[in-house]
C-alpha cells in the first residue's frame, strides 16, 4: 500500500461526498428547509452526470446569501454513474456495519454506509472494493451527516475519527459546514426551486504522511431526496489539485419518489428474465420513452415508443434498471431486472 493509492481512495471519498457534518436545527421563515423527507431510502435510484468543466471557484464562493439564482445550465457530461440506495444486507460487507440503515452505492467503486435516527443521519463506513485487495474507512467516532430540521445561516463544525483498514492508518476528519445560501438552482436537466447551498470545509488527517483538504459546494432542493449538484476543491497529499463537478440527472422527490411511483404499478415481468427473452411491464402510465441502463449507470438500450413490451435480445447477464420517462420527458420510476 503506497501513498499514492491511499490518496486516490481519499480523493474517492471527498469528491462522492456530501454533507458529512453536522446540522444543528434551526427553523426560519421564508426560507428553504432541509428535513426528515429529503432522507434517501432504500430503493432510490439516480444517475449522476459527472462534468468536464471547471468553474471559477470564487465566483462560486461569492453567490452566497439569500434569494440566489445560479444557473449551471452549461454543464458538459463527460461520463454517467449510477448511484442506487441499497439495504445493507443486500451487500457483501454488511456484517462490518450492522447497524447501518442504508448504503449509498456509487457504481459498484464506493459503498457508504449511514445510520438513522429520528433527528440525524451519522456516516460510519465507507469501502472501496478492488478485485485485488478491498480498502476500509471505519469510523469509530462516527460523523453526522446531518441533524434535522436546517435551514440557511447555520454554521457548524464535527469531528469523525477513524482508521482505514488496509493502510493500518487512524485518522481524523474535522469539518465544518455554512449552510450559506437559498434560492433557484439551473442545471440541464431542470430549474430546481427551495434550493438551499452547504458550503463544506474538511480535513483529512493521518497519523502517519501528509493529509488532504476539500472546499466543496453543495446545493440540495427540499423537495428530493439526494444533493442536486456537487463542486469540489480538493488538494491531496500530492500537492495536486483537483476539481470535479457533478449533478443529479434523476433527483428522487419526496412524493414520487421509487416508493410511491410503485402505486402506479409499473412493473417489470418475468424478472429475472433469459438473455434472448422480453420484458413486459404492466401500467396505467403513458410513456415517452424507456432506459435501459447497466449496474454502473450506464445506458445501454433505449425504447422510444409507449410499448408494453422489451426485447433483450443480446443483452449481457447481470443487473440491469430500466427507467420510464413520461410524456412532458421527466423520469417518473426506475425498476430493477436481471438478466440471466
Known sequence: MDAKR??????SLFLRGWLFVVLIPSLGLG?????V???????DVMSISICSDEPNLTAVNAASGANQIWNYSYLTES???????????????????PNADYCAAFADSLYRYFVNTSDSVSHVGDVHPSSSDTIYFDYFDPLLAYSLPNVFGTINEDTAIGFVDGFGLWFDMPSRIETDAYGTLILPNATYQNVSRFKIYQEFNPNLGQGSYNNQWVWMSSDYRYPLLSITDLHSSLQVQMIEVWYNKTPVGVVTGLRETEKNS??????????NGVGS??????????????????????????QKRYSLLGMAKGLYFMQFINTEGK???TEKIVVN
Open 31 to 35: 426560507q428553504t428547509v432541509i428535513d
Open 79 to 97: 461520463r454517467e454513474e449510477l448511484l442506487q440506495i441499497l439495504e445493507p444486507n443486500a451487500t457483501p460487507w454488511f456484517s462490518r456495519y
Open 281 to 306: 411491464t404492466s401500467s396505467k402510465a403513458s410513456f415517452s420513452q424507456v432506459k435501459l441502463m447497466d449496474s454502473a449507470g450506464r445506458m445501454v438500450r433505449t425504447f422510444q415508443t409507449d
Open 6 to 11: 491511499l490518496s486516490h481512495k481519499v480523493q
Open 331 to 333: 423520469p417518473t420510476s
Open 37 to 43: 423527507d429529503n432522507v434517501p431510502q432504500v430503493g
Open 266 to 275: 409499473t412493473h417489470v415481468f418475468p424478472n429475472p428474465v433469459s438473455e
